[in-house]
């Protein structure tokens, strides 16, 4: 009987699997769609990382400038830093010398010295960091920024750069949009429809969310067939 058993199970052919093709179609369409969402959705997230980060910088507790950042210290607290305000003072002494006092040369030098003790008075005043060169340092970095109290150095002008460099190309691309609308759209390059750009510069202030919404709806970015290539 075993010997049976075994033959039938070797003469029995093989029970084939159903066919998968539709379910792999359906989820390569379903792979695809998602892929033509992940832009939308990367730069969404990147847009609320960004304002979140912004947010915690300003409304963070001011921290007194920590040494822990690539081995800086506190301007106030460097020797260098104290050591070239000496220096620099003690070059425009020597060439105040050279004048006599109330003249034009004098004054302008003790205005320079002036300027010169408050720099390095608000530099210090600020909580800047500086290094071994007696010279402040900015933290570029926005973590570093963020976590030390630093965002105002470079992280939130870099933010406020792009926000406006944003702002004025948005409203700019709506108003030659807007314009090609017109019978004559090159009068409106040439002379500005002032009623209509002012109209549009009010609403640009919300362009990151209006860029989102036009790449999820296909009107950002001009189709393949529209774009004029060089014959190579």
């Not at 570029?140 to 792009?162: K, M, Q």
Request: aromatic residues 6%.
């Amino acid at each position: 009987m075993a010997s049976l058993t075994q033959m039938n199970l070797r003469s029995a052919p093989l029970a084939r699997a159903p066919a998968a093709r539709p379910v792999a179609r359906r989820t390569a369409t379903v792979a695809r769609a998602h892929q033509q969402e992940q832009p939308a959705q990367n730069l969404g997230a990147v847009a609320c990382a960004t304002a979140l980060a912004l947010t915690m910088g300003l409304t963070a507790d001011v921290q007194p400038a920590s040494a822990d950042i690539a081995g800086l210290t506190p301007c106030s607290e460097s020797k260098a830093y104290n050591k070239l305000e000496r220096k620099e003072l003690k070059v425009l002494d020597k060439r105040l010398k050279k004048y006599e006092p109330g003249s034009a040369p004098y004054l302008a030098l003790q205005a320079t010295k002036e300027r010169t003790e408050n720099r390095f008075k608000t530099y210090a005043k600020q909580g800047l960091l500086c290094g071994n060169d007696g010279l402040p340092h900015l933290i570029s970095d926005p973590g570093l920024a963020l976590r030390f109290n630093h965002a105002g150095e470079v992280f939130i002008p870099t933010f406020g750069f792009l926000y406006v460099a944003g702002y004025i190309g948005h409203v700019g691309r709506q108003y030659i949009i807007l314009s090609k609308e017109d019978a004559k759209p090159t009068d409106k390059e040439i002379i500005l429809d002032v009623p209509l750009a002012l109209k549009l510069a009010f609403q640009g202030w919300a362009w990151p969310l209006a860029s989102i919404q036009e790449l999820r709806n296909g009107s950002l970015l001009e189709k393949d067939e529209n774009i004029t290539v060089s014959p190579r």
